[in-house]
């Protein structure tokens, strides 16, 4: 990633200091609200992997080194709140077990991991962290990069050109290898999905914001929009309470066609 910072190796405390500082400067600000460290620096399965392989590890930054910076950066004023992103249950109460050692006030708020009618890895572990230690939920990628709207499973199966997947094609592997289109078992989770969605009179995109917006730990969902329609669609799911039987068909999908897009 040469475009941040001539490509750092790490995110150390160097790295995380004049991050924020470059970030005040380009903002125009006195203080960030919320800084969250975007991905973990020591191995984790990420990004369609799900088994966790001790071979894999490699030396990393010391959570110690990136915590000491951001108490720095809460002491000088510069930032008010942290929180971590693409993180594993492990790495949570670690990092929460450290703040606590360091004295770290406020201590760590929120986590931004993906989370979507596809992608439901955060109940299996990391949501009883975050419900007992009051962190809340950032979910990102709440359409599956779009793909709930169900503009990629088309009549041709194909999709926009100018839709994210189509138009970056070979060039985002992230993306790609965990929204693999390819996938019978995400073609099938999302048949299914746009079946509930005509029987109940709810366009796909709104179905997808909505079940997201309903959990409990949910503090707010990241999306991306392009579209002024995909903005308004966004806000009508703000107004959509999903009824039980609508969650029940949801849990019926998931529970045969689970985490297609982990």
Same mark, same amino acid.
């Given at each position: ?9 790490? /995110? =150390?405390?160097?790295? !995380?200091?004049?991050?924020?500082? #470059?970030?005040?400067?380009?903002? %125009? @600000? ?43 950066? /809460? =002491?000088?004023?510069? !930032?008010?709140?942290?929180?971590? #992103?693409?993180?594993?249950?492990? %790495? @949570? ?170």
């Amino acid at each position: 990633m040469t475009w941040i910072r001539g490509g750092p190796e790490a /995110i =150390d405390s160097r790295n !995380i200091t004049e991050a924020i500082d #470059s970030s005040l400067r380009r903002l %125009g @600000v006195d203080y960030i609200d919320l800084y969250q460290i975007h991905w973990p620096d020591r191995y984790v399965p990420m990004f369609g992997e799900t088994e966790y392989d001790p071979s894999c590890q490699y030396a990393s930054v010391p959570m110690e080194e990136q915590l000491e910076a951001l108490r720095k950066g /809460i =002491d000088a004023g510069k !930032i008010r709140y942290i929180g971590l #992103s693409n993180e594993t249950p492990y %790495g @949570v109460m670690k990092f929460l077990e450290l703040s606590r050692n360091f004295e770290l006030r406020p201590k760590i708020l929120t986590v931004q991991n993906s989370y979507n009618l596809l992608c439901r890895n955060f109940d299996a572990g990391l949501a009883e962290c975050c419900h007992h230690e009051r962190i809340s939920l950032l979910a990102y990628s709440p359409m599956a990069m779009g793909i709930l709207s169900g503009k990629y499973h088309s009549s041709d199966d194909s999709g926009l050109p100018d839709a994210r997947m189509n138009l970056f094609k070979g060039r985002y592997s992230e993306g790609e290898s965990r929204y693999n289109l390819q996938n019978p078992k995400l073609e099938s989770a999302m048949k299914e999905y746009r079946r509930i969605s005509i029987k109940y009179g709810v366009c796909p995109a709104i179905l997808a914001i909505a079940f997201v917006l309903r959990h409990p730990l949910v503090g707010s969902a990241v999306f991306g929009a392009t579209k002024l329609r995909q903005l308004q669609e966004v806000l009508e799911a703000t107004k959509i309470h999903l009824c039980e039987e609508i969650v029940a068909e949801i849990n019926d999908v998931h529970a045969r066609y689970p985490n297609p897009c982990p």
